[in-house]
């Protein structure tokens, strides 16, 4: 099982439309979790960071956290075109020696 | 200037010839991270380090090697470079102190033909 994992995509929503992206992480201690946004050729950035269960919003960005059920997700409401990115999950795993993971990252388009 | 430096950004070199990547920071520390990307494979991670005694193999560490020469520099070689290897590489850099988020240099981008 992979460490992290993210719903394949790509990911196509209409400009103002909601964008919902999944992540599941294999690590159950696993205590800290990112989204970050790319964009073609550039170096990930960060977009939230969430380590307790529950909501997490900033701005248009929401982070959902589930540790019982290892889910993480992010909301992007009244999505732009300058949202079109791709999205990585990233985790730090606790079992073993301390590694900070991505996923494969969905490919999100948002459409005018 | 940027806080995560790496040189060179872009490089083209033949197979089976030794190449350097180099990642330096002034951020202050501790943890480092060497990462490749390909195409729909996400960040996959090489190597990262905890400090300068303290070195450790990510998922694809097979055919690099790392060197942490000081807290603020680390480096990955490829020893006989070969086309598979190549990619997009990212270094990144954070702090020890609780779960703290990554910060990445500029990549380098890497053809080995």
């Known amino acids: 099982q992979k460490e992290v994992e993210q719903n394949s995509g790509p990911l196509s929503v209409p400009e103002g439309a909601i964008a919902s992206l999944n992540c599941t992480y294999s690590?159950?201690?696993?205590?800290?979790f990112f989204w970050y946004r790319q964009y073609s050729g550039k170096s990930p950035e960060l977009i939230m960071s969430?380590?307790?269960?529950g909501d997490k919003e900033d701005g248009r960005f929401t982070a959902q956290l589930n540790k019982a059920s290892q889910y993480v997700s992010l909301l992007i409401r009244d999505s732009q075109p300058s949202d079109s990115a791709t999205y990585l999950c990233a985790v730090i795993t606790q079992g073993g020696s301390e590694k900070l993971v991505f996923g494969k990252g969905t490919k999100l388009t948002v459409n005018p | 200037d940027a806080d995560v430096t790496q040189t060179p950004r872009n490089r083209i070199t033949k197979t089976g010839k030794r190449i350097m990547l180099e990642c330096s920071q002034t951020?202050?520390?501790?943890?480092m991270y060497w990462y490749r990307q390909d195409p729909g494979l996400g960040l996959r991670l090489i190597y990262y380090s905890f400090d300068v005694k303290d070195i450790n193999k990510g998922e694809i560490s097979d055919g690099y090697s790392v060197s942490r020469q000081a807290q603020a520099k680390f480096s990955l070689s490829l020893e006989s470079a070969i086309p598979n290897q190549t990619a997009l590489y990212f270094c990144?850099?954070?702090?020890?102190?609780?779960?703290?988020?990554?910060?990445f240099g500029q990549g380098t981008r890497l053809t080995v033909v």
């Open positions: 990144a850099t954070r702090t020890a102190a609780g779960g703290t988020e990554a910060f």
């Open positions: 951020k202050g520390h501790d943890r």
């Open positions: 690590d159950r201690v696993s205590q800290s």
């Open positions: 969430i380590y307790s269960n």
